[in-house]
């Protein structure tokens, strides 16, 4: 028989907390901004708020990508940290804003160097196919007869690519054909 522990609410730091007296501050009074990694428990100095959001963010995407949902797994958060204290926004990011809806996009890439369709932006599709039309119509790719794309570079092993293609897709040749040379 298998029993489990008493679970209990885990208790807040109070990062957040509106008594100042109650309010935890792990960052440096001394730094205006600061990245803290709860895991390591590191301060890492930021040079302003801009940098510190997307820090934070790329660590707690990665942070999201290793978890392999373990429980021994270690659980390391970044916060932004202003003057030691735990940084929050006031109010809402712009008027209207709710909650974002996650969608899957398209986009493009080459099937012998990996390059991604790209010039000022990557453009992202609804689908595979819209993805290789453009990649085709507008970016002047090969598209294979097996559906692999191959980007407009001219080296050898894309040119080898686009020949082995046109070789797939010549006929097959005919008995009664005569051949010219």
């Not at 590191?42 to 963010?57: I, K, S, W």
């Not at 008027?95 to 493009?108: D, E, F, I």
């Amino acid at each position: 028989m298998t029993t489990t522990p008493a679970l209990t609410p885990a208790g807040r730091r109070g990062l957040f907390a509106t008594d100042p007296d109650q309010r935890l501050r792990p960052g440096t009074p001394e730094q205006a901004w600061e990245l803290w990694l709860t895991g390591p428990d590191a301060l890492l100095p930021m040079p302003d708020l801009a940098t510190a959001l997307m820090a934070a963010a790329e660590h707690n995407a990665l942070a999201a990508d290793l978890d392999d949902g373990s429980p021994l797994q270690p659980v390391s958060h970044a916060l932004v940290l202003h003057h030691g204290y735990a940084w929050r926004r006031e109010g809402a990011a712009r008027p209207g804003a709710c909650t974002a809806v996650p969608s899957l996009c398209w986009t493009a890439k080459c099937s012998v160097c990996g390059d991604l369709v790209e010039d000022e932006f990557i453009p992202h599709h609804d689908s595979p196919e819209a993805a290789a039309d453009d990649a085709v119509g507008s970016r002047e790719w090969d598209e294979l007869p097996d559906g692999r794309l191959v980007c407009d570079r001219t080296d050898d092993a894309h040119d080898e690519a686009r020949a082995e293609a046109r070789t797939e897709d010549a006929p097959e040749p005919d008995e009664n054909q005569l051949t010219f040379l």
